[in-house]
């Protein structure tokens, strides 16, 4: 099972505006043992949308994924998440009993507009909005929400909180600063480490500054994988008279 993410809107891609989702939910799955394992941004196309949604439904077929998804829920022509999703699954579009009697006590009669709140693919469940009261949706495993941090954020907790999910095993990062050695010679050292350690990720970041020459090297993993990766490195870097310090 992988968790992913998805952000809707132009206004990100253009630049218009700034995305604060992708940190908060890092840092929320973080803080309850998860981890985010992929992002996208898709703008307002529909024909983009309703192919991402095609690949992340097959994902949560294939392999269980559970799919977050913020922006483009809102009752105006530029939001179409719901009718996008709805075509990748091919369902029909249809008003939400519950939902209509939710936005009912609320604003009293609805409109035609209003009620485009409350119309998801068939057979998809509410979530709550604590904010406003007008809900998000989830369809077979994607939990779509407002593209509004205010509303979404509490959403995601509820939905969190619902899901109940596993904790991972803990995960351990170990980094190490070289300095004065280039890529090249890492990389046949990271490719002999990973061989012997696959459950485990290897990452090199080059200093921006070129004038510094350094490169943080590190292993993330379980806990007591990337421990025993983490030597390994370090007996090769040894034995390749490359220095290294550990951060």
């Known amino acids: 099972m992988r968790l992913g993410l998805v952000v809707v809107g132009d206004e990100i891609l253009s630049g218009q505006r700034q995305d604060k989702h992708i940190p908060y939910v890092i840092e929320t799955l973080n803080a309850r043992g998860l981890s985010l394992d992929w992002v996208r941004i898709v703008g307002d196309d529909p024909a983009l949308l309703r192919e991402t949604f095609q690949q992340t439904l097959l994902a949560t077929e294939k392999n269980n994924d559970i799919v977050f998804s913020v922006g483009g829920i809102g009752a105006t022509p530029d939001d179409m998440t719901r009718q996008a999703l709805a075509a990748a699954a091919q369902v029909p579009i249809v008003a939400h009993a519950e939902g209509i009697a939710i936005l009912t006590s609320v604003v009293g ?76 010679r890492l990389t046949p050292i990271m490719e002999t480490v990973l061989a012997a350690y696959p459950q485990v990720k290897l990452y090199s970041l080059p200093e921006s500054d070129l004038q510094k020459r350094e490169i943080e090297l590190g292993v993330k993993g379980a806990a007591n994988v990337a421990q025993t990766a983490a030597d390994a490195l370090e007996t090769l870097l040894r034995a390749a008279d490359i220095q290294f310090q550990r951060l």
């Open 109 to 184: 009669e609805l409109s035609a507009v209003q009620q485009r709140l409350v119309e998801f693919p068939a057979g998809a469940s509410l979530i709550p909005n604590p904010i406003n009261r007008v809900p998000g949706f989830s369809f077979r495993r994607h939990y779509c929400m407002p593209g509004f941090p205010t509303m979404a954020w509490p959403m995601l907790e509820w939905v969190l909180d619902q899901l109940n999910l596993p904790i991972a095993a803990a995960t351990l990062r170990i980094a190490y600063k070289v300095q004065r050695t280039p890529e090249s």
